[in-house]
Structure formats: structure tokens, C-alpha cells
């Protein structure tokens, strides 16, 4: 599922699908082809709409990463249920084999495997993933026996139920994707599982409470960055060690200070005294001497320039931020945007 446009992390997705933004050197989507290839999948279908020909210019047929990629595009939004469905066209399988359903923003540290291994035992029509949050009223919280057997969902209360909630991997019966009405827009939230549950069908919540991130804001989006480049995410695209990611042809200056899971892109610089904590430098970016990120996105060749102070701030492809701003609390800056010297401050002192 990747055809979301990503408006939340925007101004990083006006150029780029929110699936394919550089996450600890490789596109996110690439950490969840390399989990279900983990997990013994070898053919995915990639339900698609915005931007759509992007995602065949990254991953191409899937050999790469030992994997056959199809591609179908949505025309109009179908929903979470609809798209499923349009995609369903391209399943081979037969009605009654288990069908993975991921959603492309998710960094999830669940053993898929098992979930698999779970639903094809149960003979449920669909096995969820449910993880485990300290405070469930803004997800929708899902119930279980002790068996797993779902009782009900029950969507963003002040008091849930349960601390279970849905995680968004799903293994469907085909036949319950065949279910699902074509051709209009579908909630599997709202229509597609209630409907199951009042039909009589059995769906099951694999629970497990390993590492889980809903990658669709700027911080969490850094957070999930910098988790793998860490280690407390773990993904076979990535192979933690020193707490920092240079990717290639980046320059960093020996007096520079880049720590905190910082990823830098290829042919992104670090200028000499500049420091740089918990971050995401898109290719070509460069921070000049002096200047201080940190848990910031700083986008495909933008420019902070001398002694700037971005802190939790994202800035746009090409953008530059001039010397002696300070940028702060989730200020974004749009693409191409020039902003001169100290035009934005937080505090007094210049």
C-alpha cells in the first residue's frame, strides 16, 4: 500500500512519495521489502497513485532485491479496503492462500513470519498485527479472547478497552480480498473488518509488542531514521555501527560533530565546526562552519549556511537557510525557498 500522497511530511513528499523518502540511506520502502523477503514473500504487488512511475524507477522488477514487483495504479484514491481490491487483479494465488497486506510507512520490528504462521493455523479470514501502546485513545484499540480471536473495534475513545491496536500488516484469505465491493472507495477499518466480524468470520490479532513506528510526521520520521541507524530498529538494509551513516561521497570535517543516528546523504557536507545531532541530510545537503541540526531534515541540496541554529525544523530541496537564523519547533521551509541572514529569530541575541 503506497499511495498515500504523504501531506503530513510535506514539503519533503511535494517532490518525492512519502515510501521512498531516504530513511538510513535507502528508501523506506525498502526496509519492508527486505522484512517480507525475510519472511519468505517473494512476489508483492505495489498499489499505487501518487507519483506512481517513481516507484518503478526505484525498485524496477524486484531483482535487486530478489523479488518479482508488479505495479498497479489507482486513478482515483480508492481507499484502504478499495486499493486492495484494485490491486487483487495481479494476485496469482488461489481463494483460499494467505495474502500479506503491508502499509508503506510502517517501520515495524514484528516477526511477519509468525503472523503468517498464525493465520494459516486459525483458517481466519484475516490475522492483524495488534502492537502494544502506553495510551491507545487516538488509534483504534482492538480486543481479543485469550484464543486471539478479535471482538470488536472500537476507533479513537477516551477509554479503550485494551492497549492493542491495529498496526497495519494484515495476512487476508484471498477470498476475503474478492469480498470486498470493487470500483468505489472502501474503509478496511471502517467497513471491510466490522463486516467481517458481523458476517460471523473469525479474524485474529497476532499480538506483539516489538519495535513499531507509524512513519507519517517530520519527528517520527527522523525518530525512525535515526532508530535503524542506532540499532533499535533492525533492518537487513542497514548495518548499525558507530552511531552515524555516511553514505557515499559525503565529506565530513574532522572538526565537525555529527552524532545521534545522523544519516548523511551522498555528496552532503559538514563544514568544520558545524554540528549536527540526530538528523536526516538528503544527497547533497551542506551545513557550513559553525552552524548547529539537530532532529531536523534538511532536504536534497539545501544549504545552512554559517552559525544557523535549526532544531526540529524541515527544510525543502534546495532551500537555504542564511547565516545567523534560528529555526525552531516544526518550522518547515518550502522548496527553493532563500532565506536571508538572520531574517528568523527565536531569541534576542544576534
Same mark, same amino acid.
Given at each position: 500500500m503506497?499511495g498515500?500522497k504523504g501531506t503530513?511530511?510535506?514539503p519533503l513528499t511535494?517532490?518525492?512519495?512519502?515510501p521512498?523518502?531516504?530513511?538510513? #540511506?535507502?528508501?523506506?520502502?525498502?526496509?519492508?521489502l527486505?522484512?517480507?523477503?525475510?519472511a %519468505?514473500?517473494r512476489?508483492?504487488?505495489?498499489a499505487t497513485s501518487?507519483?506512481?512511475?517513481m516507484?518503478?524507477?526505484?525498485?524496477?522488477? #524486484?531483482?535487486r532485491? #530478489?523479488?518479482?514487483l508488479?505495479?498497479?495504479t489507482?486513478?482515483q484514491?480508492?481507499g &484502504?479496503a478499495?486499493a486492495?481490491?484494485?490491486?487483487?487483479? $495481479?494476485?496469482t494465488c488461489?481463494a483460499?492462500? *494467505?495474502?500479506v497486506?503491508?502499509?508503506?510507512d510502517?517501520?515495524?520490528?514484528h516477526?511477519?513470519?509468525?503472523?503468517?504462521?498464525m493465520?494459516?493455523k486459525?483458517?481466519a479470514?484475516? &490475522?492483524m498485527?495488534?502492537?502494544?501502546?502506553?495510551?491507545?485513545?487516538?488509534? !483504534?484499540a482492538v480486543p481479543?479472547?485469550?484464543?486471539?480471536?478479535?471482538?470488536?473495534?472500537?476507533e479513537?475513545?477516551?477509554?479503550p478497552?485494551?492497549?492493542q491496536v491495529?498496526?497495519g500488516?494484515?495476512v487476508f484469505?484471498?477470498s476475503?480480498?474478492e469480498?470486498i465491493?470493487e470500483g468505489?472507495v472502501?474503509?478496511?477499518?471502517?467497513?471491510?473488518? *466490522?463486516?467481517?466480524?458481523a458476517?460471523?468470520e473469525t479474524i485474529?490479532g497476532?499480538?506483539?509488542?516489538?519495535?513499531?513506528?507509524?512513519?507519517g510526521?517530520?519527528?517520527t520520521?527522523?525518530?525512525?531514521s535515526?532508530?535503524l541507524?542506532?540499532?533499535?530498529?533492525?533492518?537487513?538494509a542497514v548495518t548499525?555501527?558507530g552511531?552515524?551513516?555516511f553514505?557515499?561521497?559525503?565529506v565530513v570535517a574532522?572538526?565537525?560533530?555529527?552524532?545521534?543516528?545522523?544519516?548523511?546523504g551522498? !555528496?552532503?557536507v559538514?563544514?568544520?565546526g558545524?554540528?549536527v545531532?540526530s538528523?536526516?541530510?538528503?544527497d547533497?545537503?551542506v551545513v $557550513?562552519q559553525?552552524a548547529?541540526?539537530?532532529r531536523s531534515v534538511? %532536504?536534497?541540496?539545501a544549504?545552512i549556511c554559517?552559525?544557523?541554529?535549526?532544531?526540529?525544523?524541515?527544510? #525543502?530541496?534546495g532551500a537555504m537557510?542564511?547565516?545567523?537564523?534560528?529555526?525552531? %519547533?516544526?518550522?518547515?521551509?518550502w522548496p527553493?525557498?532563500?532565506l536571508?541572514p538572520t531574517a528568523?529569530?527565536f531569541?534576542?541575541d544576534?
Amino acid at each position: 500500500m503506497v499511495g498515500g500522497k504523504g501531506t503530513r511530511l510535506r514539503p519533503l513528499t511535494i517532490s518525492t512519495p512519502k515510501p521512498l523518502l531516504p530513511t538510513a #540511506g535507502v528508501p523506506l520502502l525498502e526496509h519492508l521489502l527486505r522484512k517480507a523477503r525475510a519472511a %519468505g514473500i517473494r512476489r508483492i504487488v505495489f498499489a499505487t497513485s501518487y507519483r506512481a512511475s517513481m516507484f518503478t524507477e526505484a525498485f524496477g522488477d #524486484g531483482s535487486r532485491l #530478489g523479488l518479482e514487483l508488479v505495479y498497479v495504479t489507482e486513478d482515483q484514491p480508492l481507499g &484502504t479496503a478499495g486499493a486492495i481490491r484494485n490491486a487483487a487483479r $495481479e494476485l496469482t494465488c488461489d481463494a483460499d492462500s *494467505p495474502v500479506v497486506v503491508l502499509n508503506g510507512d510502517i517501520l515495524s520490528g514484528h516477526d511477519l513470519a509468525a503472523q503468517i504462521m498464525m493465520h494459516e493455523k486459525s483458517g481466519a479470514a484475516v &490475522t492483524m498485527h495488534l502492537t502494544l501502546v502506553n495510551d491507545a485513545r487516538r488509534y !483504534g484499540a482492538v480486543p481479543t479472547t485469550s484464543e486471539g480471536k478479535v471482538i470488536e473495534f472500537v476507533e479513537k475513545s477516551p477509554k479503550p478497552p485494551t492497549n492493542q491496536v491495529n498496526a497495519g500488516c494484515y495476512v487476508f484469505r484471498r477470498s476475503a480480498i474478492e469480498a470486498i465491493p470493487e470500483g468505489r472507495v472502501v474503509s478496511v477499518e471502517y467497513e471491510t473488518f *466490522p463486516g467481517l466480524l458481523a458476517a460471523g468470520e473469525t479474524i485474529m490479532g497476532y499480538v506483539e509488542g516489538a519495535y513499531w513506528l507509524d512513519v507519517g510526521t517530520p519527528s517520527t520520521f527522523v525518530q525512525g531514521s535515526c532508530d535503524l541507524v542506532l540499532g533499535r530498529m533492525t533492518s537487513p538494509a542497514v548495518t548499525p555501527g558507530g552511531g552515524v551513516l555516511f553514505l557515499n561521497g559525503s565529506v565530513v570535517a574532522p572538526e565537525a560533530a555529527v552524532s545521534g543516528g545522523t544519516a548523511v546523504g551522498a !555528496g552532503a557536507v559538514v563544514e568544520s565546526g558545524a554540528t549536527v545531532e540526530s538528523s536526516v541530510l538528503f544527497d547533497g545537503a551542506v551545513v $557550513e562552519q559553525g552552524a548547529r541540526v539537530s532532529r531536523s531534515v534538511i %532536504g536534497r541540496g539545501a544549504r545552512i549556511c554559517a552559525g544557523a541554529v535549526l532544531d526540529e525544523t524541515v527544510i #525543502g530541496d534546495g532551500a537555504m537557510v542564511g547565516a545567523g537564523n534560528e529555526l525552531r %519547533g516544526g518550522l518547515r521551509l518550502w522548496p527553493g525557498t532563500q532565506l536571508p541572514p538572520t531574517a528568523v529569530r527565536f531569541s534576542s541575541d544576534v
